[in-house]
Nanobody
Framework: QVQLVESGGGLVQAGGSLRLSCATSGILFDYYTMGWYRQTPGKQRELVATITSSGNTNYADSVEGRFTISTDNAKRTVYLQVSSLKPEDTAVYYC?????????WGQGTQVTVSS
């Protein structure tokens, strides 16, 4: 059974930090490009960060230097360390697993940053 389960979201003050986790099951984790996306009401889901199976990372300009994506292949989990948070980072954060034309999503975790 394929599952992507996010956790770690919450309410945090501006300047604070969180670590988001996405635990996967039922996929060949080592082969996937893993990513984090976010969405706010009325807007399209946007890329936050991705990490390939070889460890190459890519970040949206708006989070470069503040967010860090990483994986633990033994735990089949992808993380997003979010730091120096801003109110505009408030969103539902979604985990994505991509391999060829297969794109899998988690249910999302809410991050709310208060000013």
């Amino acid at each position: 059974q394929v599952q992507l389960v996010e956790s770690g979201g919450g309410l945090v003050q501006a300047g604070g930090s969180l670590r988001l986790s996405c635990a996967t099951s039922g996929i060949l984790f080592d082969y996937y490009t893993m990513g984090w996306y976010r969405q706010t009401p009325g807007k399209q889901r946007e890329l936050v960060a991705t990490i390939t199976s070889s460890g190459n990372t890519n970040y949206a300009d708006s989070v470069e230097g503040r967010f860090t994506i990483s994986t633990d292949n033994a735990k089949r989990t992808v993380y997003l360390q979010v730091s120096s948070l801003k109110p505009e980072d408030t969103a539902v954060y979604y985990c994505n697993a991509l391999l060829g034309r297969t794109s899998l999503w988690g249910q999302g975790t809410q991050v709310t940053v208060s000013s």
